[in-house]
């Protein structure tokens, strides 16, 4: 079953639950799906759609950040809501250490590949790049780079 049918069979099952929360969400995610689709003038792929929720995940990550710094707690609770909703279609998430390794191998690469010497700061962010294109959705990115800074020290 791809993502896509996934996230339908689950959103009929969220309506005949009744679950307003669930299919809320995962009608803004058909709708953001069908969106893209229409733009792009195809069907996505699994790796698009999953670009699409990781997409949708930051956009609510932002959002609660946004209401917690304003004082609206209720808001940022919905938002935190959603996001544990849509982080049940990303794949297994890897540990810290394996981020580590992962980063620690991709700056080796980035390095190796080099034609001509690099500063600290080009490599930081080839070797970013270079993880969100390898393990899309795999891993959250503010804790990559903050792995990728500590590792290139």
Sequence with gaps: MTLKEQ?????????????K??????????????EEEKKENKTLTEQEVLNVIVKSIKQRQDSFDAF???????????????MVELEKYLPMQMTIFEMEVAARNLMKEVISSADKPMNQQVIIGKTIGAFNKRYKGKADLKKVKAIVESVAK
Excluded: C, H, N, V
């Design 7 to 19: 996230i339908q069979k689950d959103f009929i099952a969220a309506m005949k639950a009744g679950d």
């Design 21 to 34: 929360l669930l299919k809320s969400t995962l009608s803004g995610l058909k709708a953001k799906i069908t």
């Design 68 to 82: 917690q710094e304003g004082g609206r707690q209720e808001l940022a609770l919905a938002e935190y809501a959603e």
